[in-house]
Each structure stands twice: as structure tokens, then as C-alpha cells.
């Protein structure tokens, strides 16, 4: 698992393996806090589609997006998300979607497998991103991957509008309006760069193997 702080990918196969060695370290590491293989750990596929990255249950898989074929219009919400130019809107996605959401998908394998989805959608994602960066914690290298990423949140969190029209409620606004949000990648990663830098904020708080353990767990 060491690498660079954002490696960039010199095709799909070499990305799909490293992707898998993620996703791999994700779930040996829920194995090792609840004493046994939670289930089989999902595949990596690349595609790029609507959602960028998402974890199909079904199928247990990981979709992720690969730079090289994304369309333009998609490459100028990454340029949006930087606040910068080509360079910095590539650097970016390599962080968070070639490596970050990884993890971050992974977490929702664990949601999903383990029975611990979170009351609302709002809660559910935050805390996939929680999981996400427990999980980095314990990586070689973590902590200086971590410490970029709150940088680059930080600023993409910033460059974006709140979609929450005035005087509702995110948390039931997010819910109600989650397909709708996900399809508009600027107004859904107003939330998600917000969960993210909170969560990287408050990273030294979240422990890995308790996150994943709990109640009722061998």
C-alpha cells in the first residue's frame, strides 16, 4: 500500500490492481477488528458514467471513473472543484477518485454487508466518509495523503453554492432530493467535500477498528 501521496496511473489495468489492493486493505482491515471475513470484497470496475463512483451491492462492485475518457463537461466540474486550471482539476480527481472514494465505497460495502446503514442518507454518506478516512489512518502513509486531502476539501468545499434552499432542513432537503442531487455533481459535492473536510478535520478521533466493530461482533 505505499505510493505516492497522488499517483497518477499509467493505464487501467495498473490502476484496477491498485484499486483492488485499496479496496483489499479495506476489507482486511474490517476482518481484523471483528475477528473474521465480514463477506467477499467487492471488484473494481472502470467505466465512466453519471455518478463518477458508486458501489453496486448487486454486483459487488466499485465503478470508478478513469481521467483519460472523461468527457469535457465533466473535466470542467473538476476545474470548478479545484478552483484552477487542467493541472489542478486532474490532480484533484486523482486524489479523491482514484484513491479517497475508493475507501469511501468500500465503507458502503461494509454498510451494506454488516446491517449498519445510518438512519438517513445525509448520516449515511457522512459516514462513509468518516469510514474512509479511518480506514487511510491506518495506512502506510496516511497521514501525509490525509493532510492533502483536507487541503483540497477544504478549497472545493468552499468553491461551491449551498444548494439548501433557505430555511429547510439539509439533512431532510439531502434525503428527499438525493437522485435529483446526484445527478447535478456540483451541487452533490457541496455536501460531499463538506463531509469530507469535516471528517478529515476530525480525523485523530476516528478509530478504525471501533468504527467497523461494535455490538454483537466476534
Same mark, same amino acid.
Given at each position: 500500500?505505499?505510493?505516492?501521496? =497522488?499517483? =497518477? ?18 476489507? +482486511?482491515?474490517? *476482518?481484523?477488528?471483528?475477528? *473474521? ?43 470548478? @472543484?479545484?478552483?484552477?486550471? %487542467? ?7 486523482? $486524489? ?18 454488516? &446491517? ?12 462513509a466518509n468518516?469510514?474512509?478516512? +479511518? ?11 490525509? *493532510?492533502?486531502?483536507e487541503r ?8 461551491? !453554492?449551498?444548494p439548501t !434552499? ?5 439533512? $431532510? ?10 445527478? &447535478? ?7 460531499? @467535500?463538506?463531509?469530507?473536510? %469535516? ?9 478504525? *477498528?471501533?468504527?467497523?466493530?461494535? !455490538?454483537?461482533?466476534?
Amino acid at each position: 500500500m505505499a505510493m505516492s501521496v =497522488v499517483p =497518477v496511473y499509467v493505464d487501467t489495468a495498473v490502476f484496477r490492481t491498485e484499486a483492488q489492493a485499496i479496496v483489499d486493505a479495506f476489507a +482486511a482491515e474490517v *476482518a481484523r477488528a471483528r475477528g *473474521a471475513a465480514l463477506a467477499d470484497a467487492p471488484g473494481i470496475e472502470i467505466r465512466n458514467t453519471p455518478q463518477l463512483i458508486f458501489f453496486s451491492g448487486s454486483a459487488n462492485r466499485i465503478v470508478v471513473p478513469w481521467w483519460e475518457t472523461m468527457q469535457p463537461k465533466a473535466r470542467a466540474t473538476f476545474r470548478t @472543484f479545484a478552483a484552477g486550471g %487542467d493541472a489542478e482539476a486532474e490532480y484533484l480527481f486523482r $486524489a479523491f477518485f482514484n484513491r479517497f472514494l475508493i475507501a469511501h465505497e468500500a465503507g458502503h460495502w461494509f454498510q451494506a454487508r454488516a &446491517d449498519r446503514r445510518e438512519p438517513t442518507l445525509y448520516e449515511n454518506e457522512n459516514m462513509a466518509n468518516r469510514l474512509a478516512v +479511518a480506514f487511510w489512518r491506518t495506512q502506510p502513509g496516511g497521514e501525509r495523503f490525509l *493532510a492533502e486531502l483536507e487541503r483540497l476539501a477544504t478549497g472545493a468545499a468552499a468553491a461551491l !453554492p449551498d444548494p439548501t !434552499p433557505s430555511g429547510e432542513d439539509p439533512v $431532510a432537503y439531502f434525503g428527499a432530493n438525493y437522485q435529483t442531487l446526484g445527478r &447535478d455533481p456540483l451541487k452533490y459535492g457541496y455536501y460531499q @467535500f463538506r463531509f469530507m473536510r %469535516d471528517a478529515l478535520r476530525e480525523r485523530s478521533q476516528l478509530d478504525f *477498528a471501533r468504527m467497523v466493530g461494535g !455490538p454483537g461482533t466476534p
